[in-house]
């Protein structure tokens, strides 16, 4: 993931944890902030993803963009420790509010929440970036072998 992809889920994140924190605050039950706390796991799963991908990018993004890399890496980690300071508040108060039983519900739910994001987006995007690093060691592999033999052709000549 780009430092922009990893901007807007941070960004997604923040928005979605104010608003749950809001709304626990104003009376109104777990159940009635789902969507938020759903989109804060989509948002806390994008910028995991990231910190993966950032971990081992892909063979074309190391030799074509150097240094991008590891800024990608600094963003991510940086967005992780948000997040995860984001998740203790959030763990704190559902733990205070509701109970521990609460924070056990919300775990369960980011379980299932990642395991379909991961089946499906993710595996999709792995097999997108295979296919473009196939493809251009195909293109490598042939640029090669034409200079190759334009070389050969024009020695013997």
Same mark, same amino acid.
């Given at each position: 993931?780009?430092? #922009?992809?990893?901007? /807007?889920?941070?960004?997604? @994140?923040? !928005?979605?944890?104010?608003?749950?924190?809001?709304?626990? /605050?104003?009376?109104?039950?777990?159940?009635?902030?789902?969507?938020?706390?759903?989109?804060?796991?989509?948002?806390?799963?994008?910028?995991? +993803?990231? *910190?993966?991908?950032?971990?081992?990018?892909?063979?074309?993004?190391? #030799?074509?963009?150097?240094?991008?890399?590891? @800024?990608?890496?600094?963003? !991510?980690?940086?967005?992780?420790?948000?997040?995860?300071? $984001?998740?203790?508040?959030?763990?704190?108060?559902?733990?205070?509010?509701?109970?521990? $039983? @609460?924070? /056990?519900?919300? #775990? $369960?739910?980011?379980?299932?929440?990642?395991?379909?994001? +991961?089946?499906?987006?993710?595996? +999709? $995007?792995?097999?997108?970036?295979?296919?473009?690093?196939?493809?251009?060691?195909?293109?490598?592999?042939?640029?090669? *072998? /034409? *200079?190759?033999? @334009? #070389? *050969?052709?024009? !020695?013997?000549?």
């Amino acid at each position: 993931m780009d430092p #922009i992809t990893i901007g /807007a889920a941070i960004s997604g @994140a923040t !928005a979605a944890f104010n608003t749950i924190k809001q709304m626990c /605050a104003a009376g109104r039950d777990l159940e009635s902030c789902i969507n938020d706390v759903s989109r804060w796991m989509k948002c806390a799963s994008d910028i995991d +993803q990231a *910190v993966k991908q950032s971990q081992n990018p892909p063979l074309f993004k190391k #030799i074509m963009s150097g240094d991008s890399v590891e @800024a990608a890496a600094l963003n !991510a980690y940086a967005a992780k420790k948000r997040l995860e300071a $984001q998740r203790q508040e959030l763990k704190t108060f559902l733990n205070m509010t509701y109970g521990p $039983q @609460a924070w /056990a519900d919300l #775990i $369960q739910l980011e379980g299932r929440i990642r395991r379909e994001r +991961q089946e499906m987006i993710y595996k +999709q $995007q792995e097999m997108r970036q295979k296919l473009i690093e196939i493809i251009g060691a195909v293109v490598l592999g042939t640029a090669t *072998v /034409a *200079v190759l033999i @334009a #070389i *050969v052709w024009m !020695a013997t000549r």
